[in-house]
Nanobody, 118 residues
């Protein structure tokens, strides 16, 4: 399984970005897909996750601002990010796994940088 993120960039506080993650390879066993983020000097954080059936999870810090979705027909995962703040600045990584969203993920993309200026 290969994952490639896109859509990152520089945005002003209050702005929006939409991240995409294109998945390819043997995807039949994949259940959960997720977005993680990692800022310099901080631990990797689970931002949002979604199961094959559409159940979602969000970190408290992004609830009401971020929306995760997936198009199983297009093998693509999305993260719509609104009302961005400088605290959202991080490398955003796409992950996919055969287990539930709270279990370890098996596959990771290289990441896309999101920078929010104040």
């Amino acid at each position: 399984v290969q994952l490639v993120e896109s859509g990152g960039g520089l945005v002003q506080a209050g702005g929006s970005l939409r991240l995409s993650c294109a998945a390819s390879g043997s995807l039949f066993a994949i259940n959960a897909m997720a977005w993680y983020r990692q800022a310099p000097g901080k631990e990797r954080e689970l931002v949002a996750a979604i199961s094959r059936g559409g159940s979602t999870y969000y970190a408290d810090s992004v609830k009401g601002r971020f929306t995760i979705s997936r198009d199983n027909a297009k093998n693509t995962l999305y993260l719509q990010m609104n009302s961005l703040t400088p605290e959202d600045t991080a490398m955003y990584l796409c992950a996919a796994g055969v287990g539930n969203y709270y279990e370890e993920y098996d596959y990771w993309g290289p990441g896309t940088q999101v920078t929010v200026s104040s």
